[in-house]
């Protein structure tokens, strides 16, 4: 009976966390979970049906192992016989096919650790995110760049500075100015009273399928532009000729 109820707690417990976690809008942490214990079988549902199989090097292998398994095999067993000629007991095969086993096993865990190493080196060194939220970005949630280009673009447009040189300006300001114009697009465009308005987003096109654009001025309070809306917005009339990308 106390199995039991210690078993009916740790559910309890279980369920009470995972609620709290949701709650708190933290799906992440269950997803994190479930991707450590059962994420490795939906990577083999997409890859193994796309694996093909060189049946020559298969072959090959096969050859080698035999070859190796039945000359290891001889070789221990002569050995074995001149060091205790006194042991009647002949070099058993299964110590053989042990050893080879062995040796496999530890190949194969070295090509692993390599792997793994390169992978680690590729993660670290690379621009993709580990991890990436489900909540839709919203020019809040944007990284500065979009926001602050947008107001900086809007200032200059208000000075006076035409539209088709405001890019130029953005990438002779000040040091943050330039990282981030360097960074992103600002495209300018007019709204339907003649407004000026600006369209931000990344040069990188994997950066900008991620996080999408910004979209400010023109009449409209700035706005987050998702990824796929760019190319509609950007084949309008409303964007200044000669500045779309």
Known sequence: MKKVMKAIGWVLGALFGMSFFICMGQEWVLQAAGTLVVGWCGFLLGVVPQVTFRWGAIAETVLVGAVLGVGTHLFLRRLWRQLRPEDARPWPVRWSVSLVAFLVLLFCA???????GHHVGWLASGEAPLAESSWRYSLTHLEWDNEGLCRKAEELSRS??????????????DLVTRSEAERMHVVPWRGAGGEAGFLVFPRDPIKRQRVGGARCGGGLTRESVQAAELPR???EGQVAAGTAP
């Open 110 to 116: 070295t090509m692993a650790t390599v792997g793994i």
């Open 160 to 173: 006076g500075v035409p539209d088709a040189r405001i890019a130029q300006v953005l990438l002779r300001g």
């Open 233 to 235: 917005l950007l084949s």
